[in-house]
């Protein structure tokens, strides 16, 4: 990443975090109770069915029922606009909120997200950017600030609160800089709970208005160059990095869509795991049990390789809202490692595990069937 001046936007950014973390370690961490970070990343296991969460509170803290089921994943994409009304910056809330899973399974993988466009207000490295404006967001023809739509997110209940942000300029190599420590800060300062970060809208380009295309190419190659040395970063300080293939590749892909297209979802899966390349393969959003859950895991378990998770589903929850913690039972049945690559005949690839499971799925017709040959354990 280099060396940051000190007085530069990057170096307050990297005091600021290790402020926060090194005051509240004094308050929370002692020689018995130090955060222990994952020497191997993630935290895999073919015991089970591998499973993430993907989501955030928005109305406030996840309450016991929620810490519960979101601690028994085998990894935890910590989402943004967590308790969103409430004070203080998300990488703090986050951070405590990580803290407290670490406590309750210090064999999880946790990772923070942030964005690659987004500048989101309720984040730290919001102030930085505002107080550098307009200089540090995008600007139209005119020189004004753009705005970009921001999705609440399809299924989540409730969505998230943002409407439209600013977008980090990343043609300025300081924002650049300031946007990798970020990750950098959220997993590797004193206190920090976090494993690895994931990067939303890794390839994507934001929704603007009255920018040149000669303007809005130097920001995808400021883009590129952001994620490029975000990667480095994170090869180098031991950072689970979770993304989207681009000009350059990160440790895994996210496919929040893989339960909506089940038949091109899992060709993809098939090629992410011979290139042994991780994965996040996200439910559809109000999946029910029965046949919809059973179609979208089987089509998981015919391709999941080393580090392939299935899960998540609505990315937000709330007292009211729980799809985005649901421990599902299928998530508890023995399933071991696969004693093979799947094997196709026809339209029908077939797969058998350890623990005596047997897996089909039909492309033609985007149909599972999962014999599990044991209840579920206690």
Known sequence: MGSLASGTPAAKLLLACSLFVSVRAKHEMTASNTIRKLSTLPSFSWETVPVFAETSNVTGPFDEDAMNALSKFQLFVAEKAYMFDYPGFAEDKLNTLGRELRKRNPNMTLIFYYNSNLDLSDYRLHTFMQANAPNFWLCDSDGVPVWTPVDGGAGSVPRFPYNHTHVYNHVVAEVRKIWVAECINMTKLPGAAYDGCMVDRWTRSPKVANVSARAMAQWVQGRDQATAALL???????????????????????????????????????KLAAAKQGLLASMRPGTTEGAELNNQLSAFLIGAGTNHFFGAGSWTCSHTSREGVKWWPEFDRPLGPPLSDAQLTGTVYTRNFTHGVHVSFDTATSTGAIDWNSPVSA
Do not use: M
């Not at 892909?253 to 060709?267: A, C, E, K, N, V």
């Open 232 to 270: 480095a970063a994170t090869r180098e300080n031991n950072v689970y990095l979770i993304g989207e293939n681009g000009k350059v590749s990160p440790d895994a892909i996210s496919d929040p869509g893989y339960g909506y297209h089940l038949t091109s979802s899992l060709q993809a899966q098939l």
